[in-house]
């Protein structure tokens, strides 16, 4: 079956709107490009992790970006528009595997899980990045002086649990959005590029 966007219809009771700011969409393929930057480079890169660091500080002022933007930016970007209870995560999973597009006004229930989910993990992953010290005495986080020994050293191997932790759920976010496409018949990827975006009538 074709998706509904392919030829320009609109089913009823669906409505084309605006949902994704620019600023949201920039953020969104910005940190999306950093953190499979600092990945591969922490995984591959040279062992001077020059870049590794200068990566890492760019996905900072992106968090921090990102954090100011879900209180104060526009409804769909909002924390409090997009997180929702137990209840609605559960009543919304329950219609997962229904081949129909959900033509959610902004990020699901499930979704918003995810959101939150990676922004955490990135905040705990450039937190330990600041203050670890592998020994090498050439990639020693900026910060690592201002914690003691013990910590510098626990940040090293929870560093690199983080690393592993947001491939996994990288992976998942690729997977889910695939399966949206090619199951659910509802494409996720081209409103994050114009800010378009399907939705159900309210």
Known sequence: MRHPADDGSIPEGVERIRVWDPFLR?????LAFLVTASWLLGQFGPSKMTLHFWSGYAI?????????WGLVGPRPARFIHFIKGPRAVWTYSRRFFVREPSFWNGHNPMGALSVIAILGLLVVQV???LVSDPDDFIN???LADQVSRATRKAAVGWHHLGATLILILVLIHVGVVLWYRFW??????RPMITGWKLVRKE
């Open 26 to 30: 920039v953020f969104h393929w910005l």
């Open 127 to 129: 937190a330990t990045g």
């Open 184 to 189: 659910k018949r509802e494409d996720l990827v």
């Open 140 to 142: 020693v986080g900026p």
């Open 60 to 68: 900072i002022g992106l968090l921090v970006f990102r954090l100011l």
